[in-house]
Nanobody, 127 residues
Framework: VQLQASGGGLVQAGGSLRVSCEIS????????MAWFRQAPGKEREFVSS????????WYADSVRGRFTISGDVAKNTVYLQMSSLKPVDTAVYSC?????????????????????WGQGTLVTVSS
């Protein structure tokens, strides 16, 4: 299984960027796919998750309304469209895959539940 994240870069505050997670070795619609991010000197945090078979998406409060997670079945790729970017969004964004659901309501935001991880792509938002 490989998760290849790409699309990061430098963008000005208020701008938009789309990062992609190209998946091989599994079909993303059979899993819950998530984006996590880690800023320098900070812990990894949940950003968004999509569970296609359950018809659910979730977002962290800090990105809700600005970010949109989606997937392309034909390309077996998951995207994170980011708009109205802020300097605090600067981080390495990584995609991950988990089997779901689990028995507790916040499973989708727990990195322990995700068994496959990509290498991450750096997003830098300048002020």
């Amino acid at each position: 299984v490989q998760l290849q994240a790409s699309g990061g870069g430098l963008v000005q505050a208020g701008g938009s960027l789309r990062v992609s997670c190209e998946i091989s070795g599994l079909t993303f619609t059979d899993y819950s796919m998530a984006w996590f991010r880690q800023a320098p000197g900070k812990e990894r945090e949940f950003v968004s998750s999509i569970w296609p078979s359950g018809g659910r998406t979730w977002y962290a409060d800090s990105v809700r309304g600005r970010f949109t997670i989606s997937g392309d079945v034909a390309k077996n790729t998951v995207y994170l469209q980011m708009s109205s970017l802020k300097p605090v969004d600067t981080a390495v964004y990584s995609c991950a895959a988990a089997t779901g659901p689990k028995t507790y309501s916040t499973w989708y935001r727990n990195p322990v539940e995700y068994h496959y991880w990509g290498q991450g792509t750096l997003v830098t938002v300048s002020s």
